[in-house]
């Protein structure tokens, strides 16, 4: 399995607070992304990151925002979160550029909004 | 912009029985497509990719897909369903050959039956 992690696993929060994700790898892969998966909608990209401190938006980047200042860490903040925002999220990797398109997932952090 | 179409949001079959799940993708150019098989409470995890070589591909859990350029079809099949088959399945193309973007259709969650 690649080593990826996310934490926390489990957040329950209230509108209106900031909430931040992490999502750590040790594969050292140069591509990370957050996605966010509900009920109908498949997985939707919010953002992505190419490098150190090199990020770009996805389909559904709007109250979103990232960091990346190590290649092993990704951070997503909800900077005020709604309820629209109760998602389970999901962060990946990958090598692509390398020869392999292909993403790895971390295990999803379920975020309720109340 | 590239996009994935799984005919079936929900697919129910008997033990022993053959699976089918539909992916067609719209594209332009030769895409990478893959598989993506998720249990619940889990992250994704890669059944199979295509990527140019031979259009049978054969994944893990006896899992496999045909790439049909004329039809825009990657359909996944496997003979003989086993009831631990049961999951959450998604079809992904790269945004173009080779991007660092996958494009995830909506799913199709598969049933097994005793």
């Known amino acids: 399995d690649a080593g990826i992690t996310q934490s926390p696993r489990h957040k329950v929060t209230e509108t209106g607070t900031p909430v931040t994700l992490r999502c750590h790898q040790t594969e050292n892969h140069r591509y990370m992304y957050w996605y966010r998966q509900d009920p109908g909608h498949g997985l939707r990209l919010i953002h992505y990151?190419?490098?150190?401190?090199?990020?770009d938006k996805g389909e559904v980047s709007d109250g979103y925002s990232v960091s990346r200042s190590k290649t092993e860490d990704f951070l997503l903040t909800l900077e005020s979160a709604t309820s629209s925002q109760t998602s389970v999220y999901f962060c990946a990797i990958s090598d692509a550029g390398t020869g392999s398109y292909e993403q790895y997932f971390g295990p999803g952090t379920r975020l309720t909004v109340t | 912009a590239q996009s994935v179409t799984q005919l079936g949001s929900h697919v129910s079959v008997s033990e022993g029985a053959l699976v089918l799940l539909r992916c067609n993708y719209s594209s332009s150019v030769p895409p990478y497509l893959f598989w993506y098989v998720q249990y619940p409470n889990q992250g994704l995890q890669l059944l199979l990719k295509?990527?140019?070589?031979?259009?049978l591909v054969k994944g893990i859990n006896g899992f496999e897909a045909e790439f049909k350029k004329s039809e825009t079809s990657f359909h996944l099949t496997k003979p003989s369903a086993h009831m631990s088959d049961a999951a959450e399945y998604f079809c992904a193309v790269s945004e173009w050959g080779g991007s660092e973007k996958l494009v995830f259709g909506k799913g199709t969650k598969l049933t097994v039956n005793p």
């Open positions: 990151s190419y490098g150190v401190k090199d990020t």
């Open positions: 295509y990527t140019s070589a031979a259009t």
